[in-house]
């Protein structure tokens, strides 16, 4: 365990942060001092379109704000959901409708309305999620 976590220590892959593509979501407890919120606030600053949490928490904000870490997941799990169902009807939206606002309104409405009905509105429910302290790259 000793030998592992001094190689962890020495390991510093930051160059490689602005290659991560998919969405991220890096989560600090503002009482850890193995590694400090201002660590994990570069870290996402250096991840594009990565967004930043900071938890009432020490070390493994997993378990010491279990609610809150989940919330955020959660809610950041749903707004990824919400932005690749958006990013892959739009092609589709484009051919179908060729760019008429009120045809791509409609469209959206009957092919989300399995969704609404099995889901809720999901919007909304991504909104009622608490997200202490969240945010993206500012």
């Known amino acids: 365990y000793a030998d592992t976590a001094e190689m962890v220590c020495d390991l510093d892959l930051r160059s490689a942060l602005k290659n991560i593509t998919l969405p991220t979501l890096v989560i600090s407890g503002r009482k850890d001092q193995a590694t400090p919120p201002n660590w994990n606030r570069d870290l996402q600053k250096q991840i594009p379109g990565a967004q930043w949490c900071s938890l009432e928490a020490a070390h493994l904000a997993n378990v010491e704000a279990a609610e809150d870490f989940s919330a955020a997941v959660f809610r950041f799990l749903l707004e990824v959901l919400i932005g690749n169902l958006i990013l892959l009807t739009e092609p589709i939206l484009v051919g179908k409708t060729r760019g008429k606002v009120g045809e791509v309104g409609a469209y959206l409405s009957t092919k989300c309305s399995s969704i609404n009905a099995k889901f809720g509105a999901i919007p909304q429910l ?11 790259d500012d």
């Open 126 to 136: 991504v909104r009622s999620v608490p997200m202490p302290m969240c945010v993206g």
